[in-house]
Nanobody
Framework: VQLQASGGGLVQAGGSLRLACAVS????????MGWFRQAPGKEREFVAA????????YYADSVKGRFTISRDNAKNTVYLQMNSLKPEDTAVYYC?????????????????WGQGTLVTVSS
């Protein structure tokens, strides 16, 4: 399983970005998927997750109401729509493929990771 994240960039506070994560391999549709982020000098933290069929989603409190995770199993792709961005959202964003089908917030439940895409929000 390989993951390729894209869509990062520089945006002003209050703006929007949409991240995408293309996943290779035949097991995508059976796996929960997640987005995590890591800011400079900080540990990697959970952002959002979605179950294998898209029926369950889970968000960190810091992004709830602003970010939306979705997936298209026909395209083997998971998305993260980020609205009302804040400077504190600045980080490298990573997509990850879960070991199980559920939406999980725990890093150890994820087997495969993408290379990360940088999101910079200016004030």
């Amino acid at each position: 399983v390989q993951l390729q994240a894209s869509g990062g960039g520089l945006v002003q506070a209050g703006g929007s970005l949409r991240l995408a994560c293309a996943v290779s391999g035949r097991t995508f549709s059976s796996r929960g998927m997640g987005w995590f982020r890591q800011a400079p000098g900080k540990e990697r933290e959970f952002v959002a997750a979605i179950s294998w069929g898209g029926g369950n989603t889970y968000y960190a409190d810091s992004v709830k109401g602003r970010f939306t995770i979705s997936r298209d199993n026909a395209k083997n792709t998971v998305y993260l729509q980020m609205n009302s961005l804040k400077p504190e959202d600045t980080a490298v964003y990573y997509c990850a493929a879960g070991r199980y089908g559920r939406a999980a917030s725990v890093i150890k439940e994820y087997d495969y990771w993408g290379q990360g895409t940088l999101v910079t929000v200016s004030s």
